[in-house]
């Protein structure tokens, strides 16, 4: 790769021009950064992602992780360098407290920074996430022993961290697990099953791994209320912080995916008795919190990786992206439509007006799904630092977009990285360019942490009627702002203004008629639908908060937004119409179909 994997002008016209995160340092939590910190930071992310995460990202891939007989796992050398420099330069740990050994970064910032690595080397990346995302959960609801004994060393790089929820014949459906922890009279556990798709299960790429296991207590209620939270060590920590023996976990096999191939997905044995700590079968596990209540406890975790994935689906969508874009303005083919002297040299293919839509249709896509993160990013850093009603607003938000800000970008940006390999024609689909790797490493994204139907069920059946449909009214009042605002700068402004104005109207009246069926069968058969409008909506909004910070900005980057933004409202906010008679209709087809009919 030696194009860069992402736009740092646009990330500082969004972090600086449109979401002003500098303000976030009249904030006690970050009183101590500025401007210059956080330039700091996003200079070294670059840095390290082009030097030591992107030139291995297509020799990971070619040379996935294999098991060797003794049951651990090998691969390429340069995936432990590039993270030991992640690591030695304090980036695991930059959004966590000072007390932690962190540098106490709005997350916003943290999601900026990681967004690098995620377009230099998904696989690579794809492992600090996963420990990220695992400390904030332990520092969250997890015991201070649990914290020293656990958090700490995957702050320093010395452990790392997995989620440990499906199992082979549960999968999504986490009401059917059945992996076991039964109590010791020690206070610990011992648990017994099988989980399925644990990325980062295994690997000898740090002293340790710690697993966060979902399994149910004999005696607990059925379903998900009988779901407890375990913190289950690959090795043993003694209670000096040094390793003990083996615990009983055990990798049964690797799973071979389509992308993302240098981060190990694995099947995992939880006391199947290869390994017997202190002489007894069972892996030993550290109950966290209460009994019962793991599934409110991992949502922690498991919402923070849903926005992870979708800036995963972004940075893979923009790298991609940029690389099109430098294609198309060298490679030449071709004439201009009105040139009919085959004599003529041949044009930049950036010239013809079907690459332009494919360009212009990526830029918007990859444009906006950034943006979108970013917001939401900066929500979690409001929820968690601002005031009173302020917090509370923005929690809200943000509860009511996390299933966008995973679906769309994982949607939208795969198409970006469609569109990349079509304007590379027939060089695009070969493994000379990277715009193919970008592709299949992206298509994991739509499922990773809860598919499309799922992101959907939740958006329809929960996140717009909660507390009355508080989140839906408040997300209309903010848009409403915007809306407002537009109407006030006039042009072109007010034009798009007007036409999210009426896609807003319609998705407030349609959300009321799908509930007044008294039917939830019906409501909910064409989620996903309503997920796929909902989400234009909100990205629409996104182009005209975009466009407004570009007001009375001149030279080729704002020209290039207003592009963008034009053809988000000419050609994509349309899309929303049909979609939404569709969802009127109460259509009954995906209820009346017979499966035998296929």
Partial sequence: ????????????????????VTSLTERKRFAEHSRETFDAVLDLSADIAVKHFAPHNKKADANEPHMRADGSVEMIPEVAEALKVFADAGLV???????????????????????????????????????????????????????????RPILEGRFFGTMCLSEPQAGSSLADITTKAVRQDDGTYRLTGTKMWISGGDHELTENIVHLVLAKVPGSPAGVKGISLFVVPKKLVEEDGSLGERN???????????????????????GDGTHTPGGEAGAVGYLVGEENKGLSYMF???????????????????AGYLQSVEYAATRTQGRAAGDKDPSSAPVRIDRHADVRRML???????????????????????????????????????????????SWPSQWCLEANSLAIQVHGGYGYTRDYD???????????????????????????RKVTMGGG??????????????????????????????????????????GKLWGTGDPEVALANSSTYLEVFGHMVVAWIWLEQLLAAEGSEGDFYDGKRAAARYFFRYELPRTGPQLDLLDSLDRTLLDVDPAWF
């Fill in 1 to 20: 790769m030696t194009t860069a994997p992402l736009s740092r002008r646009d990330l500082d016209f969004l972090l600086y021009e449109w979401l002003d």
């Fill in 93 to 151: 740990a930059g959004q966590f407290d000072e007390s932690l050994g962190g540098m106490q970064l709005p997350a916003v910032l943290a999601r900026a920074s990681m967004a690098w690595f995620q377009a230099a080397n998904a696989s690579t990346s794809s492992y600090p996430f996963l420990s990220v995302g695992n400390a904030n959960l332990l520092v969250a609801h997890g015991s201070e022993q649990q914290i020293d004994t656990f958090v």
């Fill in 248 to 270: 009983d976990v055990t990798l049964v096999g690797l799973n071979h995916k389509m992308g993302n191939r240098g981060t190990t997905n694995t099947l995992l044995n939880f």
């Fill in 300 to 318: 922690h975790m498991m919402n923070e990786a849903r926005i992870g994935v979708g800036f995963l689906a972004i940075s893979l969508g923009y």
């Fill in 360 to 406: 212009l249709a990526q830029k918007a896509y990859v444009e906006g799904a950034m943006a979108l993160g970013l917001y939401c990013a900066k929500l979690f850093d409001d929820q968690e630092t601002a005031e009173g009603e302020e917090a509370s607003r923005a929690a809200l938000l943000l509860d009511t977009l996390t299933p966008i800000v995973k």
């Fill in 435 to 461: 715009v193919e790797q970008f592709y299949r490493d992206n298509r994991l994204n739509p499922i990773h942490e809860g598919t499309h139907g799922i992101q959907g069920l939740d958006l329809l059946g």
């Fill in 470 to 511: 508080s989140g839906l009214a408040l997300l209309a009042e903010t848009m409403g702002a915007t809306i407002a605002r537009a109407n006030a700068v006039g042009g072109a402004a007010a034009e798009y203004a007007d036409l999210l104005g009426a896609v807003v109207g319609r998705v407030a009246a349609t959300t």
